[in-house]
């Protein structure tokens, strides 16, 4: 079982990427780059031997919560649902989108 530090440096890295990520697109660019970091976060994640329950719990769903709570809850649900698409998520993650955004 990974640290509580462990957790916490993963979902931070995983809320700058995206924060990247979002300044690039206010500039009218994407990067390749997005998909790669986020691909290697979720191999990073899938050595530490979490359930699919525990990954998302511990790591997903505070990433969700944060990007709704910096960006509000439209754009931070839009801003996650892409990020679950690199991430290449295969569990249910419904409940951590609002409705309205999916």
């Not at 697109?25 to 359930?51: K, P």
């Not at 699919?52 to 990007?67: A, H, K, T």
Request: with cysteine.
């Amino acid at each position: 079982m990974p640290t509580e530090q462990q957790i916490r440096i993963v979902i931070d890295r995983c809320l700058s990427i995206v924060a990247s990520e979002q300044d690039r697109r206010r500039r009218g660019q994407r990067s390749e780059r997005y998909t790669y970091e986020i691909q290697l976060i979720a191999s990073f994640v899938d050595e530490m031997n979490l359930s699919v329950g525990e990954e998302r719990e511990l790591i997903l769903l505070p990433v969700s919560q944060e990007l709704a709570g910096r960006y509000g809850d439209e754009v931070g649900a839009r801003l996650f649902a892409d990020f679950l698409d690199e991430y290449s998520w295969r569990g249910d993650f419904s409940p951590m989108i609002p409705a309205r955004a999916v």
